[in-house]
């Protein structure tokens, strides 16, 4: 079983920056895909960043065209922790932001509880 915590969402003013944490439990983080998700009430979750383990200490990254030169995956295997840095925040990033991890297969197994990230215009 593998917990994760998110931490850091909460309001900024659009153009802000947030960095969002997320702490996983487990002695083999370093082997989990880890994976930033976010939902806006009455939709779907839809998917943001990953960080995918493709062999020994390489990961690809990957990104929602949405983000992409705007938000950055990365990961502290040290700290059992995986971080989305959001840059140039629009008010359509509004969401709850959650991290997942995976491990093997093709689903997300485990999920945490999620954070809000709000944006004001």
């Known amino acids: 079983q593998v917990q994760l915590v998110e931490s850091g969402g909460g309001l900024v003013q659009a153009g802000g920056s947030l960095r969002l944490s997320c702490a996983a439990s487990g002695r083999t983080f370093s082997t989990y895909d880890m994976g930033w998700f976010r939902q806006v009430s009455g939709k779907e979750r839809e998917f943001v960043a990953c960080?995918?383990?493709?062999?020994?200490?390489?990961?690809?990254?990957d990104y929602a065209d949405s983000v992409k030169g705007r938000f950055t995956i990365s990961r502290d295997n040290a700290k059992n922790t995986v971080y989305l840095q959001m840059n140039s925040l629009k008010p359509e990033d509004t969401a709850v932001y959650y991290c997942a991890a995976r491990i093997g297969g093709l689903e997300y197994h485990y999920w945490g509880q999620g954070t809000q990230v709000t944006v004001s215009s």
């Open positions: 960080s995918r383990r493709i062999g020994g200490s390489t990961y690809y990254r």
